[in-house]
C-alpha cells in the first residue's frame, strides 16, 4: 500500500467516523454501539470496490435505511 492509499484509506475511515457521529445525533434513542456496529456491517460491504469516493455517504444512507425500517417495525 502506498503512502497515498494511507491516506486515503485515513481519510476515508474518517469520514465514516463522522457519519457515525450525525447517525448518533440524528438517532438519539440508539445506542451508539448499534450505529457502530451498523456502519462497520456496511463498511466491510464495500471492501475491494475500485472507487471509494462515495462510500461514507453510501454508509449512512444504508445505516439510515436500516434503523427507520427498525423503527417502523417497533
Known amino acids: ?9 485515513a481519510e476515508e475511515d474518517l469520514a465514516v467516523e463522522h457519519a457515525a457521529e450525525r447517525l448518533a445525533d440524528r438517532y438519539p ?5 448499534r ?3 451498523l456502519v462497520e456491517k456496511y463498511h466491510e460491504e464495500f471492501d475491494g ?3 471509494r469516493d462515495f462510500v461514507p455517504v453510501l454508509i449512512e444512507h ?6 427507520n425500517a427498525e423503527k417502523r417495525a417497533d
Open 29 to 33: 434513542g440508539v445506542p451508539r454501539e
Open 35 to 37: 450505529i457502530d456496529e
Open 49 to 51: 470496490a475500485p472507487v
Open 1 to 9: 500500500m502506498t503512502t497515498d492509499d494511507r491516506q486515503k484509506a
Open 62 to 67: 444504508d445505516v439510515k435505511r436500516e434503523l
